[in-house]
C-alpha cells in the first residue's frame, strides 16, 4: 500500500520508521519530511495549510493511507477536507476532523468536555481579555503555584505556572492584553495546581473501539531537576515504571472509555490518536489535557516498544475497523535524549553543522529540526534538533545507553539533560 505522512518533525520520523518495517508498505512518502525520513521513503513538498494541494497529491500518487503527524493541520480540519472528497472515499485518513481536534485546539472545549462526561481533571475557569479583573479574582481564590493555559495552539509552550499571585498576575496580562502566544491566548484557561508525577497514554481510536499504546513519561522543562520554562519536550521513557496494571486499569476505565463514549455520544467522528497527558495524584490519575495526535518525544519511544505491525492497525483505524485487532509490545525499556540549540526555548541560531556519530550502535537517531544545506551538510533548522533513543533493562540503563551516544553528537552549543529518569530511580 502507497502511505502518505504528513509532518516533517521526530514524530514523524518515528512513525516513517515504523511503517517503513512493514512488508504491506510498498511507497511511503513523507511531506515535508526532514533528513532522517528521507532515507525511509520519499519526502516530498506539500503545503498542509493547502487542503487542495494534499489532495491532489494523495490522487496522484495513488495513496491508500494518510497519517496526520501534527496538530495544526488537525485543527484546520485536513482530515475532514481528505474524508469528505468523493475521489478518495477508499482512502483511510487517521487522524481526526476539526470538530474531534479541538479537544487539543481549544483548552476550554476540552475542560468543558471533561466536566461533561466526569472525567477526573483539576478545577478550572476560562478567561478572556476584558474579563481580566475577574481573573484576578479567581486567581486570589486558589492556592499557589498558578496555572495558566493558553486556550489555543501554542507549539507546546502556552503553559505558564507561576509560584507567586504577583508573578501570576503579570503571566496572566502578558497573554490575555499583551498577547504574548498571539491568538491562542485571547482566552486563558486558569486551573487548580495538582501536585504528582506526570505520564502520557496513547490510544488509536476508530470512534468506537480502541487500543491502547505503550504509555510513556516526558519531560517538559528546559533545566536539569525539572527548572526553567517548558518546552516541546527534553527527552522520554516507555515504560513507565508506577503504571502499573491496576494504575491503567483505572485509567482505562475512569478516563479512556468516558472519553471514547463521551465523543461518540456527542456525534463527533473520532478516527485517529488521543494523547491523554494525566498526572497520577496520589495513585489516582487525572487529565490534565488532550493532544488530538502523538506526543513529541514522546512518540520516540512509543514507536520502538511496539511489536506489532503498525500499518495494519492504522488502516483498520482510518476505516472504522479496529475490533477485531491487537497489539503486542516490546519488554525492554526505551528511552529518548532531546538534543536541543543553545538559547532554546527562547531564541537559537539555524544552520550549525551536524556531526553525527559513525558508530551509533543500536541507538535510532529520530531528526525533529535538521535539514540539508547548499552543501548537502546536515545543519540544525530548529531548537528541538534529534533525538537519541535506545533499549534498555531498565529505565537507568535505557538512558546510560542512549547518553554514549548523546555525547558523541556534535553542533555548536549542543545541550541536553543529564538527569532524565532519575526520579524514577
Known amino acids: 500500500m502507497n502511505i502518505l505522512i504528513i509532518g516533517s518533525g521526530g514524530r514523524e520520523h518515528a512513525i516513517a520508521w515504523k511503517i517503513a518495517q512493514s512488508p504491506l508498505t510498498d511507497n511511503l512518502y513523507i ?6 525520513t528521507a532515507l525511509l521513503g520519499t519526502n516530498i513538498k506539500l503545503n498542509s495549510d493547502d487542503h487542495q494541494q494534499v489532495i491532489n497529491a494523495i490522487i496522484e500518487l495513488k495513496i491508500n493511507l494518510v497519517v496526520i503527524g501534527p496538530e495544526a493541520p488537525l485543527v484546520s480540519g485536513l482530515a475532514d477536507s481528505i474524508r469528505n472528497n468523493p475521489q478518495l472515499s477508499d482512502v483511510s485518513v487517521v487522524g481526526p476532523g476539526k470538530e474531534g481536534a479541538q479537544l487539543e485546539g481549544s483548552k476550554d472545549f ?5 466536566f461533561r462526561h466526569n472525567i477526573p481533571t483539576a478545577a478550572y475557569k476560562t478567561f478572556s481579555k476584558d474579563e481580566l479583573s475577574e481573573a484576578y479574582d479567581y486567581l486570589k481564590s486558589l492556592q499557589p503555584p498558578y496555572v495558566l493555559k493558553a486556550d489555543g495552539l501554542a507549539a507546546g509552550k502556552g503553559v505558564i505556572i507561576a509560584q507567586d499571585i504577583l508573578e501570576a498576575e503579570e503571566a496572566l496580562k502578558q497573554m490575555l492584553v499583551e498577547s504574548k502566544f498571539g491568538e491562542a491566548s485571547s482566552k486563558v484557561v486558569i486551573e487548580e495546581f495538582l501536585s504528582g508525577i506526570e505520564l502520557s497514554v ?7 473501539d480502541y487500543i491502547i499504546l505503550p504509555e510513556a513519561k516526558d519531560y ?10 517548558n518546552t516541546g519536550g527534553m527527552g522520554a521513557i516507555s515504560p513507565v ?14 478516563i479512556i472509555k468516558p472519553t471514547i463514549d463521551g465523543l461518540k455520544s456527542e456525534g463527533i467522528e473520532y478516527k485517529g ?4 497527558g494525566l498526572i497520577n495524584c496520589n495513585g489516582k490519575a487525572k487529565v490534565i489535557e488532550y493532544n488530538a495526535r502523538m506526543g513529541d518525544p514522546e512518540t520516540e519511544v512509543v514507536m520502538p516498544r511496539i511489536d506489532s505491525d503498525l500499518v495494519p492497525l492504522l488502516f483498520a483505524a482510518g476505516k472504522g475497523e479496529i475490533k477485531n485487532h ?27 553543522t551536524i556531526a553525527l556519530p559513525e558508530n551509533q550502535g543500536k541507538a535510532i537517531l529520530f531528526h525533529a529540526g535538521t535539514a540539508m544545506n547548499n552543501h548537502s551538510d546536515l545543519v540544525t533548522s530548529g531548537g528541538r534538533v534529534l533525538a537519541v533513543t535506545h533499549y534498555g533493562s531498565s529505565v537507568a540503563n535505557a538512558f546510560q545507553e542512549a547518553y554514549q551516544v548523546a555525547n558523541k553528537v556534535q553542533f555548536d552549543g549542543i545541550y541536553f539533560r543529564k538527569d532524565l529518569g532519575y526520579d524514577l530511580k
Open 202 to 208: 496513547f490510544v488509536l481510536t476508530d470512534g468506537t
Open 326 to 352: 491487537s497489539i503486542q509490545f516490546k519488554p525492554e525499556y526505551a528511552a529518548t535524549v532531546m538534543l536541543v540549540s543553545k538559547g532554546y526555548p527562547d531564541h537559537y541560531p539555524k544552520g550549525l
Open 241 to 254: 515504571p508506577f503504571a502499573d496494571s491496576t494504575f491503567m486499569s483505572s485509567v482505562e476505565k475512569e
Open 31 to 36: 511531506a515535508p519530511g526532514n533528513p532522517g
Open 273 to 276: 490518536f488521543i494523547f491523554f
Open 220 to 229: 517538559k522543562r528546559i533545566g536539569e531537576g525539572d527548572t526553567g520554562p
Open 110 to 114: 476540552s475542560k468543558n468536555f471533561m
